[in-house]
Every structure is written in structure tokens, then in C-alpha cells.
């Protein structure tokens, strides 16, 4: 369509198309195109739109992927993305900064990225590629800039491949992809211990490590390391967090995975105490933990975590009311808690949740022992925005469920997997006047109320994908 200019001084009406734009505005239109679609479509059209279509601008935050990560944790397929196509993008976007692989490519695509797209700073790479440490030495040559690194887990086990990765003076967060073996063969570490000197975040995933190799790094990178993922046990099955407290007192967030409880009593309650001298910490993972009744709380006894603002304990058992009401004293500055699939816990665990009063974010799905005392607890919450309860029978928590208008500073609602039957949605429209999203997915006894919420909440994003009110194969999902 052609835009009429008239001009009092001109006896004739010029016609201005598209082409006659300024600079400026064409490329905020291609700000919002994606990385196919710039080199597929704007690059072709003229050559003025390809020499725009490079501009650094466009390219900063434009991320290219190549196969779907699913929620499962696996490829669903690379739709519009063959190995044709990525090559060719590589070829024609010079400026490229961001590629995430979620599958194995071939060595001419990875060939054809390192030797394009030198100004590459984040590269995600598939856990199961196949990566030599020819290939990786002429990545890191080609790519000098790379700032974030996502490689399988077996290139850290080679020696060459981890001298080849200490040469990215640039490199700022390193993260291994799962470990496809199940033989234990230990990390190379020592070579980045005194490289990367910007290395501030490292994710190890579930992959062995020695336990002298880990505290000659750590105590190289004590001034720059902020955030670690790592297996709860090192070489001889010793747990990390006592060595972690020993050479990492300055992490902000740490991440512990594959949980395995001592036999010794005794032993884990040293290794919760431990985290008592990580004054620094700010983020805690701590997934499916299985400890000794009373022991995970002695990591916040006397105050310990102060500046704690995010704690992940999803999936853990052995995780009692009691525990729980222990870290509201302890971490006056929590914003963020995930207590999901903490199968024990009742409406007792949150009687003292009003200490947390700069909380944002809570998360309680499939927690199917809460009832009708949860809600209304929350409503002393004054800046909490976001609220998680996916997988539970809402009719149970009643009479509070009510009360849930009253969190007046709502902005997200997720329901998922859940028996919706109850929720007030007729009184959001004046009630929760700041609710922006709302997730009702896989949702049964969904009431009339809540379809007239499109209409009356214009500003509000519904999410009912596959939600329904009878399906004879639905069924309410068991915790695991």
C-alpha cells in the first residue's frame, strides 16, 4: 500500500512506498523480524534492505535456533531449521551473536558457523554432539568473543578440548550439556583455573569431579566465580558443600543436583551446616532432596542465610512443616520460594509465612496436603505477584479460596493440571485489577465466570490450551 503525501507547494501528488522510509524507521521494523526472516526475506528484497538487514543493532539480542527444546528435555524436531537453511544463515548474517543447537549438527554446519560468524558471544551446543577438540581449537580461534558456552559434557573430560576452551579470554558462563555416559570419568579443571578471567558462572550438571581438582579451581576463582551447578557427592563419594563453604564463601548461587543422603546422621548434619558460612548466598537450588528429618534446616539456623532471595526445594521429601517455617525466620529478604512436589507439607507450614514480606514469587503445585488455611495466609503477603499451584484439587482449600481476590497485587496466576472448581473468577475484573496472566492448562470444572474474563479483562493473557470442562481420558495427574 502507497502512503498519499500532499504538498501545498507541489502541484503534483507524490506516492511514497515502503522503500522510501528513512533508515531509522525500516530498522525498527526489522528490530521485530527474526533471524530467518532477515536473511530469508529482508536481505533478498533489495540492496539497500541487506546492508540494513547487518546492522550490529538488529543482531545483539536475535537468537537463531536450531531443533526445539520440549519440556521433557528433549528434541522435538528442527522444523524450518535443516542443515541447509542453517548454513545458510550462517553464511549471510555476519553479525550473528546468539545460536542455540538443541540437537547434533553436522560438522559442515558447525564448520560453516565458526568460520562466518566470528562475532559470535553465545553458542549453545547439544549435550550429545560429537565435538573434537580440532573442532572445538578452531571454534574458540575463529570465535574469540564468545561470552556464554554451552558444551557437552564429555569435551571437559579432555585435556586438549579444556586448554582449547582457556584461550576464550571473554568467557563468562560455562555449562556442560547432560552426561551421556555412565562411566565416571573425572572433569579436567586445572586448566581453567588460571584462564578465563571473567568466568563468573560455571555449571558442571551431573558430571564427577575430583575433589582436589575442584578446590585447586575454586581457590583460583574465588575473587570472580558468583554461581556454581554441581552434584551433591565428589570422588569418593565426599559431599560438596563442606568444600564449597571452604573455597567458594563468595558465590551468590548454587545449584546442587543428584541428592544422596549419607548414611551417617551425624555427617549430614555437617554437610547442611556448612551452608551456614556461605554468607554471600543469594540463590539456593536444592532439588529432590531426601535428608534425615530436621536436618536441612540446621543450614538456616541463627540467621544464617541473610541474604538469601531465592530458594528452590521442589521435589524434596523428608521436608516437614517444621523445616519450612524455619526459613521464613531465616531469610527476611526471600523473594522467590518453590516448595512444588513437597508432598508433606500442610497449611501449618505457612502460619509464619508473613515474615516473608518482600516475597514475590511462590510456588506450591502438587502440594496435595494444603487446604483451606493456605490462602487467606497469603494475603499478608504485600508484594507477592506471582502464585504457582498447578496439580491440585482447588475445592479442597476451600473456605479460603475466596481470599484469593484479595491479593490484590496478583500479576500471574497458574493453575495447570488442576481442578479449578470454585475460583471466584467472576470478581477478578474488580478485584484483581493487576493481573496480566493467567494459565489454566489441562484444567477441569472450569466454571462459566471465568470465559466472560476475555471481555472484561482486555489486558489479560488466558493461557487454556487443552483446557476442558469433561474428557473421559483426562486424568488428574499423580505427583512423582
Not at 575433589?211 to 583460583?220: G, M, R, T
Not at 498447578?390 to 481442578?419: A, F, H, M, Y
Request: charged share 20%.
Amino acid at each position: 500500500m502507497s502512503l498519499i503525501n500532499l504538498n501545498p507547494q507541489l502541484s503534483e501528488i507524490r506516492r511514497v512506498g515502503i522503500r522510501d522510509l528513512p533508515d531509522e524507521i525500516l530498522l525498527k521494523i526489522f528490530s521485530h523480524m527474526s533471524v530467518s526472516e532477515l536473511v530469508g526475506t529482508v536481505q533478498k528484497v533489495c540492496a539497500r534492505w541487506k546492508v540494513l538487514s547487518q546492522a550490529g543493532q538488529l543482531w545483539t539480542d536475535n537468537v537463531y535456533r536450531i531443533g526445539t527444546w520440549c519440556h521433557v528435555g528433549t528434541c522435538i524436531g528442527n522444523i524450518g531449521n535443516p542443515d541447509q537453511e542453517a548454513i545458510e544463515i550462517f553464511r549471510s548474517a555476519p553479525n550473528l551473536r546468539k545460536v542455540h543447537i538443541w540437537r547434533p549438527i553436522t560438522y559442515s554446519v558447525l564448520c560453516t558457523l565458526y568460520t562466518s560468524c566470528h562475532r559470535l558471544t553465545e553458542l549453545h551446543l547439544d549435550g550429545k554432539q560429537t565435538l573434537s577438540s580440532s573442532e572445538l581449537k578452531n571454534l574458540v580461534e575463529q570465535c574469540p568473543r564468545i561470552k556464554s558456552l554451552r558444551v557437552p559434557c564429555e569435551v571437559m573430560k579432555s585435556e586438549e578440548s579444556v586448554e582449547a576452551l582457556s584461550h576464550l579470554q571473554h568467557l563468562r558462563v560455562l555449562c556442560l550439556g547432560e552426561q551421556d555416559s555412565s562411566i565416571e570419568t573425572p572433569l579436567v579443571l586445572r586448566p581453567l583455573a588460571y584462564s578465563c578471567p571473567e568466568l563468573e558462572e560455571i555449571d558442571f550438571m551431573h558430571t564427577y569431579i575430583n575433589v582436589e581438582d575442584l578446590k585447586f579451581f575454586l581457590y583460583a576463582k574465588k575473587n570472580t566465580l558468583k554461581t556454581i551447578g554441581i552434584r551433591w557427592t565428589l570422588s569418593g563419594n565426599r559431599c560438596v558443600l563442606p568444600v564449597l563453604a571452604s573455597y567458594a564463601v563468595s558465590l551468590e548461587c548454587l545449584r546442587v543436583y543428584k541428592f544422596v543422603v549419607s548414611t551417617v546422621p551425624a555427617t549430614e548434619v555437617e554437610n547442611f551446616t556448612a551452608l551456614l558460612r556461605m554468607k554471600n548466598l543469594q540463590e539456593l537450588t536444592m532439588t529432590a532432596i531426601e535428608p534425615f528429618p530436621g536436618t536441612v534446616v540446621l543450614a538456616f539456623r541463627d540467621r544464617g542465610l541473610q541474604k538469601l532471595k531465592v530458594l528452590d526445594l521442589r521435589s524434596s521429601k523428608n521436608l516437614y512443616n517444621e523445616s519450612v517455617i524455619g526459613f521464613y525466620r531465616a531469610c527476611p529478604v526471600l523473594r522467590e520460594l518453590n516448595l512444588s512436589f513437597v508432598s508433606m507439607l500442610s497449611d501449618d507450614a505457612f502460619c509464619e509465612i508473613y515474615h516473608l514480606e518482600h516475597l514475590q514469587k511462590l510456588d506450591v503445585s502438587y502440594c496435595r496436603r494444603l487446604g483451606g488455611e493456605l490462602i487467606p495466609r497469603l494475603t499478608s503477603l504485600p508484594h507477592l505477584h506471582t502464585l504457582v499451584m498447578k496439580g491440585l484439587d482447588l475445592s479442597q482449600l476451600q473456605p479460603g479460596l475466596g481470599s484469593i481476590v484479595e491479593l490484590s497485587n496478583l500479576r500471574c496466576l497458574t493453575l495447570n493440571d488442576s481442578i479449578i472448581a470454585g475460583v471466584p473468577f467472576d470478581k477478578f475484573p474488580r478485584k484483581l485489577v493487576r493481573l496480566r496472566e493467567l494459565n489454566v492448562r489441562w484444567c477441569q470444572g472450569v466454571p462459566r465466570a471465568w470465559k466472560k474474563l476475555t471481555e472484561q479483562m482486555p489486558q489479560l493473557k488466558i493461557d487454556t490450551t487443552c483446557s476442558r470442562t469433561e474428557c473421559c481420558s483426562w486424568q488428574f495427574r499423580e505427583c512423582p
